[in-house]
């Protein structure tokens, strides 16, 4: 098949640029014009999205039918118990639960179960989350890690500064010799919406103190919230 180049311009004709190659062997004359493309695609964007805005009086005042009449208040009080946290401190979950303790060895407590909303889609994104922490002369009652979980988490975020504020907060109220935190979660908007990837899962993870400064001590941590999975 023989083709011949028979212009090329690089440069603006009218305000868009157009590369010219024809084709002499029966075909017709192609022209590709990819400026053309992309505002014949934005311009079908704008148009659904104008649709879409059109239908929202509709769709807001469609509130006749018995079934439609209390989610507003539903979804009020949903969104207040999902964002609770925000009124809670680690000091109000604590109280008087930690404990002077000659225990110098590394504490786990893996497998909390966690929910929470991202806040770039006010979706959910849920998994679990493993803490370690070596303690220095102090411990805390196991069944707090699950409520200081669920204070950071019961708000509006993202999985990356859930983890270190789960982590920070630990080492504020302790002082130990170090803290480390794994969270695995789906997101639903990775899932719901978007790239709509059904199994994928996000690992984030925060080491403070020796977790951070000492191989060995976080490849132990590592190794025992994998072990028995």
Do not use: W
């Not at 196991?142 to 979980?149: T, Y």
């Not at 191989?215 to 941590?221: H, S, T």
Request: with cysteine.
């Amino acid at each position: 098949m023989e083709y011949q180049k028979a212009a090329e311009l690089n440069g603006l004709c009218n305000g868009k640029i157009v590369t010219e190659y024809l084709c002499r062997n029966g075909f017709s004359e192609l022209t590709v014009d990819t400026k053309k493309v992309a505002v014949q695609h934005k311009n079908e964007t704008s148009r659904k999205e104008a649709e879409d805005e059109s239908r929202l009086p509709a769709l807001e005042a469609n509130t006749d039918r018995q079934g439609l009449l209390k989610p507003p208040l539903r979804a009020a009080k949903a969104m207040q118990f999902l964002t609770k946290g925000y009124h809670e401190t680690i000091y109000d979950v604590l109280n008087d639960a930690i404990f002077d303790e000659d225990h110098e060895e590394l504490v786990i407590v893996k497998d909390i179960d966690m929910f929470s909303l991202c806040e770039h889609h006010l979706v959910p994104f849920f998994g679990k989350v493993h803490i370690g922490y070596l303690p220095s002369k102090k411990v805390v009652g196991l069944s707090k890690f699950a409520r200081i979980v669920e204070i950071y988490s019961r708000r509006l975020q993202v999985q990356e500064r859930l983890t270190k504020q789960i982590a920070m907060a630990i080492s504020e109220a302790l002082q130990p010799v170090g803290v480390a935190v794994v969270i695995e979660a789906t997101h639903r908007c990775m899932v719901m919406r978007g790239v709509q990837k059904m199994n994928s899962r996000t690992v984030t993870s925060a080491m403070l103190g020796v977790f951070r400064e000492d191989p060995k001590a976080r490849e132990e941590f590592l190794a025992l919230t994998k072990s028995a999975q």
